[in-house]
């Protein structure tokens, strides 16, 4: 009985500690799901494509990248005060029409949360 309890005290203290790892997603999965937007975005390089390059996005103010021609619609966020961190790139990454209204970027979205964790995970090393 006792080692019975001392397993499941185990259990409950890698539990938070496993679903931390969970949050912050898998770089190597989220390289597959970046193909999706490799055909306008590139985040290795700091180079624009049809989209900004993605390279150091992390703290960057929307519609700022030099060189690349954004909507007036992102440039108004931007100065509104839109600023790329994990919830506002989750968000827009879920539906880029809502969270920026007239952006010019076609993408749909992705709808899971999943693809987006890691997805965030893989654009982060391109932003230390």
Not at 37 to 57: Q, R
Not at 86 to 109: I, S
Request: positive net charge.
């Amino acid at each position: 009985m006792r080692y019975r309890g001392l397993a499941v005290l185990i259990s409950l203290i890698c539990l938070p500690t496993s679903a931390a790892i969970a949050q912050e997603g898998d770089a190597a999965a989220g390289e597959t799901v970046f193909k999706k937007c490799a055909v306008c975005h590139i985040a290795d390089t700091d180079k624009n494509k049809v989209g900004p390059s993605l390279n150091h996005v992390f703290g960057r103010t929307a519609g700022t990248h030099p060189n690349f021609a954004y909507s007036p619609a992102m440039k108004a966020a931007g100065t509104a005060g839109l600023v790329w961190d994990e919830a506002t790139l989750r968000d827009y990454l879920h539906d880029p029409k809502l969270k920026v209204k007239g952006t010019k970027m076609v993408f749909v979205g992705l709808k899971d949360d999943g693809e987006i964790t890691n997805l965030i995970a893989y654009l982060k090393q391109f932003s230390k």
